[in-house]
T-cell receptor, first 112, second 111 residues
């Protein structure tokens, strides 16, 4: 089954404790992206990647890091999480030809 | 600056037609997307417009006017399951994968 998976689905952590949210897709897609979704603000793009070792900043990259060492994986790293990073995070991917973007199920992160 | 506007909420009756508008002001433009998002779930792709005009896909149609910076999503024969948020997103002109989303329109379909 074609899908985008994210782990964990729910995470509660404390300020300053480094964490990684994993994202994996099995569709051999070139493009992958991370978004955060907050009430009243909609989806905002954090980082995106157009292929292995090619990443670029979205609208809200501060406080986040990404890497794309393999085509299928695109982890999101929070080196020192802060409470303002409490949000719902979505990973997404699409192929080079189709414009249809597939989203993962989301990761709800709470930073206390 | 980048700005995408959609109404926050709309209500419609089962079986009716509803039009959800989206206006945008962005530094570049390379296409406009509509997504559907049910509460607690991930967004799912509905449509993509890059040229002016109407694209029809079953009960859903999407329209684009680039000169007016305007799009709408038309939902016909509304069903209860259409109650969801509808997200408008613009693809930035300088990048093939940078997307700017509006805040979304929450549609409630009543019996």
């Amino acid at each position: 089954e074609a899908q985008v998976t994210q782990n964990p689905r729910y995470l509660i952590t404390v300020t300053g404790k480094k964490l990684t949210v994993t994202c994996s897709q099995n569709m051999n897609h070139e493009y992958m992206s991370w978004y955060r979704q907050d009430p009243g603000l909609g989806l905002r793009q954090i980082y995106y990647s157009m292929n292995v070792e090619v990443t670029d900043k979205g609208d809200v990259p501060e406080g986040y890091k990404v890497s794309r060492k393999e085509k299928r994986n695109f982890p999101l790293i929070l080196e020192s999480p802060s409470p303002n990073q409490t949000s719902l995070y979505f990973c997404a991917s699409r192929g080079r030809v189709s414009y249809e973007q597939y989203f993962g199920p989301g990761t709800r992160l709470t930073v206390t | 600056g980048q700005n995408i506007d959609q109404p926050t909420e709309m209500t419609a009756t089962e079986g009716a037609i509803v039009q959800i508008n989206c206006t945008y002001q962005t530094s570049g433009f390379n296409g406009l997307f509509w997504y559907q998002q049910h509460a607690g779930e991930a967004p799912t792709f509905l449509s993509y417009n890059v040229l002016d005009g109407l694209e029809e896909k079953g009960r859903f149609s999407s329209f684009l006017s680039r000169s007016k910076g305007y799009s709408y999503l038309l939902l016909k024969e509304l069903q209860m399951k259409d109650s969801a948020s509808y997200l408008c997103a613009v693809r930035d002109g300088d990048s093939s994968y940078k997307l700017i989303f509006g805040s979304g329109t929450r549609l409630l379909v009543r019996p």
